[in-house]
């Protein structure tokens, strides 16, 4: 019943996995927290879909899946994140000579549709922690990957190697808990 | 030896007429593998790799493989994913689609089985829980990012303005409809669109 859950679920957000990645984060959290994880696990997720090969939405249905349920929720929720997507291409691909959809145009709602979609991405992963350490990697990261060229993949180790080597320290020496 | 003689032929035909080589299904599916194992970051650090790869292995020209991934945005799901079916569909037809389905899929999934397996087990040792932590924690940053960058780059006018705030501040308001509203909103959207581009 879980897999079956699990494998809806992620079908449904395939549905809408349009504008490469971040976008769809928003929409994952809103249907997986708090139903089977909490706030501070999702960050985690994502972070691990980041800077591990693959896609981040089909990346975040295997880890999900495989908590849930093992092998094969874990199988069940990456095929069914892909199923929509595969069937859309391959019918756009047949249905092309009777259906003129204007791609600019569908292009350019799509980019509006995304960046509303990050929005809400943004507001639903506001930091809620207090923590200023924490605080700190994230105002860094959105420093380094708006203005750099750098690959976001180095804010995520590189906080996190920071975080579980210095953390502890640094709370000392600002005199905070961790 | 069939492949040495298909080889040659290649080489000969690519001598008279300069066309790009039409690789093996079994080369393609390797590539397509290699670079879904080693290519970290997203779909905006894979598909300047694949255009690369492509070009150099004489299969499919830079602008060729733009214009597939032009079409392969307009579709839901990962842009790795998307161009690569189009790619691999413009090369063999339907029979490359499951090749290009399974090197895409495949070696993301057995690494995160990997990965999730890892923290299943080590996951309640503190240095881990504070790498988690750690890295969780700049999320929010890297999406404000992609926002700041999107925002710049989009051409705006006062109606796309008015439509992201509303969808933005819809989804926000009510987490529980976002599938079907996106839904909604992307028809709505494109109709909006149409309509006002005589105007322009």
């Given at each position: 019943m879980q897999t079956f859950e699990v494998i809806w679920t992620f079908f449904k957000i395939g549905i809408v996995s349009f504008g490469g990645g971040w976008s769809i984060v928003g929409i994952i959290r809103n249907e997986v927290v708090?139903?089977?994880?909490?706030e501070q696990e999702f960050l985690s997720l994502i972070a691990i879909a980041q800077s591990t090969p693959g896609p981040i939405a089909l990346n975040t249905a295997t880890m999900i899946g495989w908590e849930q349920g093992g092998f094969v929720s874990a199988l069940g929720a990456t095929l069914s994140v892909v199923t929509f997507p595969v069937i859309a291409i391959l019918t756009a691909t047949y249905l092309a000579r009777f259906l003129k959809l204007r791609a600019d145009t569908l292009n350019e709602s799509l980019k509006t549709g995304s960046i509303a979609m990050m929005l809400m991405a943004l507001w639903a992963l506001?930091?809620?922690?207090?923590d200023p350490v924490l605080i700190a990697f994230a105002l860094g990261a959105f420093a380094l990957a708006a203005f750099t060229k750098i690959n976001a993949l180095w804010a995520i180790l590189g906080s996190g190697a920071l975080n579980a080597i210095a953390g502890p320290a640094i709370r000392a020496l600002l005199g905070i808990k961790g | 030896m069939k492949g040495y003689t298909r080889q040659r032929w290649s080489r000969q035909k690519s001598g008279e007429k300069k066309s790009p080589d039409k690789p093996r299904l079994i080369d393609f599916f390797v590539l397509i593998v290699r670079i879904n194992s080693f290519t970290l970051g997203g779909g905006y650090v894979i598909v300047p790799v694949m255009a690369t790869s492509l070009e150099k292995k004489g299969w499919m020209d830079e602008s060729e493989f733009y214009d597939l991934f032009a079409r392969a945005q307009a579709f839901p799901g990962p842009m790795a994913l998307n161009s690569a079916m189009l790619v691999s569909l413009k090369l063999f037809?339907?029979?490359?689609i499951p090749v290009a389905f399974l090197g895409v899929i495949l070696p993301p999934f057995l690494a995160l089985i990997l990965v999730s397996g890892l923290i299943q087990r080590y996951g309640s040792l503190p240095a881990l829980r504070r790498f988690l932590d750690g890295a969780g924690a700049v999320v929010p940053g890297l999406i404000a990012a992609l926002i700041w960058k999107n925002s710049t780059k989009r051409s705006w006018n006062i109606l796309r303005v008015v439509e992201t705030a509303v969808l933005a501040l819809l989804l926000i308001l009510l987490p529980s409809l976002s599938l079907p509203l996106l839904l909604v909103a992307i028809v709505i959207l494109y109709f909006i669109e149409g309509l006002c581009k005589p105007l322009k």
């Open positions: 708090p139903r089977w994880i909490n506001k930091p809620t922690s207090v | 037809g339907i029979k490359g």
